[in-house]
């Protein structure tokens, strides 16, 4: 039986005690550009422990001088407080280390052991360990694996007070198979209550208002259901593509990267019942039941309700852009999709009928993650004289760039003449509360460290979600739709479109 480690979502007041956080492929992307500043700005803001260690584990040879070198330039160009305050950072660096191994070296895992003695019994650790797997996920059963054969996982050898925890990045399998394995062999070595699967979209401030949007406002929670709702959208776009990491995503395309993951925990959120308390545990259930009513599409339905699209070579803003097949180490005839957009529905008495629409894509005009709920209209009967249409109401939650919440509101323009136009009512954090923004990495990095599981993904939530992903890539396997092209720079092929306009409906444009 699964063990719940759920703390309180507020952490005011919370103790984050002295651990040793390992970082297994340390001179990776990631743990310069977020794990590092994240973990600076956690100490410059009294967040961590005094005592906390973090030791990077790579198969590069450097000295612990040299690791700590390169970890300032990332810190000094990403993290959110600049200039770098060199007093916090000689706290940081001070218990910054460096272990050289292969992730598949046995003897690298037995000195990680011995070296963790050392630094328990100097810093009063307690034998509390958090592994954090900034790696390829074809390392991820190696690494398991070798932590427990040396006594690493769930072993508790120093006292009743200590812990293991393991963060695992995504992607977490590329299909319900792989996923189910990976949950095996991890159960082997970690209880699922020591799991921690990332997906740093939670950590954002607009995804976790969710929870007190929906639910502590009284002017929401009565019309968040079907009588009063017409659909969704999600909309997560980026501006750039493949980025030199073709052979990735020929294996996973825009579905596997972006649907299964990001859109669908954003989904899972926006559709979740109210949960019986803030436990995490108890939210995380509500996410899962979402996710179950969602049925895996048949051949005929995918045909019907998805959209595939590659980009082209084009034109932006005066500069030429490679279309994906010219993109290096990708096939030259590939059919992966850089762009996807789907129709789901969610079989539950709350969302009978409403369709969700989902689009995620590369290449596109903006950059941007955004949920907009689009309300039922109001009859027209007062003003059908009106030349205008009236615009439907939207509430707008704007997850990146600028987080916020945005609500669209009919209202009369200024002068003599009767004109109805839409007017926005807009909330930004950094207007609201200030400039003070935890980035998403702190925030998970301290609730695993406290213990918090609210933010990450449980075993049957991957699970769930692949089950999802898998409907709809055997029929694409199938050949069902074709894939479509749409020139760099643009809002994808005009499938998406059609996938609305042929209901009465379209695409709300990111940032409106």
Not at 443 to 452: E, K, N, P, S, T
Request: charged content about 25%; overall charge neutral.
């Amino acid at each position: 039986m699964t063990q719940s480690t759920a703390a309180p979502q507020s952490h005011e007041g919370a103790h984050a005690e002295p651990c040793i956080i390992t970082i297994f492929g340390a001179t990776g992307d990631l743990t310069m550009r977020k794990l590092l500043p994240a973990i600076y700005n956690l100490t410059r803001d009294g967040l961590l422990n005094e005592n906390t260690v973090v030791v990077g584990f790579a198969r590069r040879p450097k000295t612990d001088e040299q690791f700590r070198a390169e970890m300032l330039e990332g810190v000094n160009k990403f993290s959110r407080n600049k200039p770098t305050d060199m007093a916090v950072w000689e706290k940081v660096a001070a218990k910054l280390f460096y272990h050289q191994s292969t992730f598949e070296d046995a003897a690298g895992y037995e000195k990680l052991a011995q070296r963790f003695q050392e630094l328990d019994k100097k810093y009063n650790i307690g034998g509390r360990r958090l592994y954090y797997l900034s790696t390829s996920p074809s390392e991820f059963t190696s690494i398991i694996d070798q932590l427990g054969n040396a006594g690493l996982g769930n072993i508790d050898p120093f006292s009743a007070k200590a812990w293991r925890r393991v963060i695992v990045e995504k992607p977490f399998g590329r299909d319900l198979d792989s996923a189910k394995k990976l949950n095996t062999e991890i159960s082997h070595v970690f209880d699922e209550s020591q799991v921690f699967r990332i997906d740093h979209y939670l950590g954002k401030q607009t995804v976790q208002n969710m929870l007190v949007l929906r639910f502590a406002n009284g002017i929401f929670e009565p019309l968040w259901n079907r009588n009063y709702i017409d659909h969704v959208q999600i909309t997560v776009t980026e501006t750039l593509g493949v980025e030199g990491r073709g052979p990735y995503y020929e294996v996973s395309g825009a579905l596997r990267d972006m649907v299964q993951n990001h859109l669908m925990q954003l989904l899972a959120l926006t559709a979740m019942e109210p949960p019986v308390s803030l436990d995490g545990d108890a939210i995380r259930d509500e996410k899962v039941k979402a996710l179950k009513a969602i049925q895996p599409l048949t051949k005929e339905e995918v045909c019907r309700r998805t959209v595939r699209g590659q980009y082209t070579a084009a034109d932006i803003a005066g500069k030429p852009a490679k279309g994906y097949r010219e993109e290096e180490r990708v096939n030259p005839k590939s059919e992966t999709e850089t762009f996807t957009a789907l129709k789901l529905f969610i079989d539950n008495w709350r969302w009978h009928g409403v369709p969700f629409y989902l689009r995620s894509g590369k290449r596109m005009p903006k950059s941007g993650s955004e949920i907009v709920i689009h309300f039922k209209n109001a009859p027209g009967v007062l003003f059908s004289a009106h030349d205008n249409k009236l615009a439907n109401n939207t509430l707008t939650l704007r997850v990146q760039p600028h987080e916020g919440i945005s609500l669209r509101t009919n209202a009369k323009t200024p002068g003599t003449v009767s004109r109805i136009a839409p007017a926005n009512m807009e909330f930004q954090y950094e207007v609201a509360f200030g400039s003070y923004s935890p980035e998403a990495y702190e925030r998970l990095l301290l609730d695993a460290i406290l213990g918090d599981p609210t933010l990450f993904i449980r075993d049957d939530e991957v699970e769930n979600a692949w089950k999802i992903i898998d409907s709809i890539e055997a029929g694409w396997a199938a050949g069902a739709p074709p894939i479509t092209f749409y020139p760099a720079g643009t809002w994808g092929p005009p499938e998406a479109d059609t996938l609305l306009t042929r209901e009465g409906r379209a695409w709300t444009p990111l940032g409106s």
